[in-house]
């Protein structure tokens, strides 16, 4: 799933989980088509950080927050562990 950011934030200034939701414009398929036998052979001639930025692909439809609200679902309850305050 590939999200598309809409508004932004100040440089330096992190954005509040609980205020996340203002800043998605939309969200997408996303699909991660490389594998790991060929990005070892990318990573030779392209070095560490270029060999995964090779076949990605997106959809072509971008679907609203508003679009997806009708669909929305409450999630089973989890156990979850305490997040962490700078988080």
């Known amino acids: 799933m590939g999200t598309f950011i809409g508004k932004g934030n ?10 996340a939701q203002d800043h998605i414009f939309g969200h ?4 991660d088509w490389s594998s790991r036998d060929i990005q070892k052979w990318e990573y ?3 070095g560490p950080f270029l060999a995964k930025n090779f076949a990605s692909t997106i959809s072509c439809w971008i679907i609203t927050p508003e679009a997806l609200a009708p669909f929305k679902i409450a999630l089973p309850d ?10």
């Open 28 to 31: 997408c398929l996303l699909n």
């Open 10 to 19: 100040k440089l330096g200034e992190p954005i509040h989980i609980d205020r």
């Open 78 to 87: 989890q156990d979850r562990a305490q997040l962490m305050p700078y988080l």
């Open 44 to 46: 030779v001639p392209l």
